[in-house]
């Protein structure tokens, strides 16, 4: 059965898209570092970033912008994102491996939930590794449109330094401003 694992990143975040990848890998792929993508260090994503792009059968990657987040929620857009991404893998799977406990059915697509499925499925672990990459590098270069919010270092997530940054200079408009911050003073932008 040609399964497609999919998984995304960024869904705590403050701010950036939520990122999704769908992955469909040969059957006996060989990735020996391959894992759950937080258990991995930036260089060893990237290494294995180039070797899944290179050797998956198929793979694509969609996301949500912040406004989709703020009017549909985090849940809704991580699933319309990994459903975004199978829609673009130009092999059409038989069957998808969704990392977590919820997802939508569409398209007539039969799924299993599988919760730390990163862990436990290659083809999810793949997808992790490329959802991660990916939004790390967008995180990036947004840090050098403002890098007093440090956006390099933190990705969005809630750090301390990332949330006095918002508290001093405000929001911008790649913040999901429905998460906004107990008790914030921050400017509005």
Not at 3 to 31: H, K, N, Q, T
Not at 51 to 60: C, F, G, R, S, Y
Not at 66 to 82: D, F, G, H, P, T
Not at 103 to 124: L, R
Request: with cysteine.
């Amino acid at each position: 059965m040609l399964e497609a694992g999919c998984d995304e990143a960024g869904r705590g975040c403050l701010a950036g898209p939520v990122f999704a990848a769908a992955v469909i890998l040969p059957p006996r792929v060989r990735l020996p570092l391959l894992n759950d993508s937080k258990k991995l260090s930036s260089d060893v994503r990237n290494l294995l970033r180039k070797q899944i792009e290179e050797k998956a059968l198929a793979w694509a990657l969609a996301s949500c912008s912040e406004r989709e987040i703020e009017n549909y929620n985090i849940l809704n857009c991580s699933i319309l994102a990994m459903q975004r991404a199978v829609q673009q893998l130009y092999i059409r799977p038989e069957h998808l491996l969704i990392d977590g406990n919820r997802f939508k059915p569409f398209d007539f697509f039969s799924y299993t939930t599988i919760i730390k499925g990163d862990g436990k499925y290659k083809s999810i672990a793949a997808a992790s590794i490329l959802a991660k990459t990916h939004r790390d590098e967008y995180m990036i270069n947004l840090s050098k449109k403002h890098p007093e919010y440090d956006f390099d270092k933190h990705k969005g997530y809630g750090t301390k330094k990332h949330v006095q940054a918002i508290h001093k200079l405000g929001y911008l408009d790649c913040h999901r401003k429905t998460f906004q911050l107990k008790n914030s003073k921050s400017k509005s932008g």
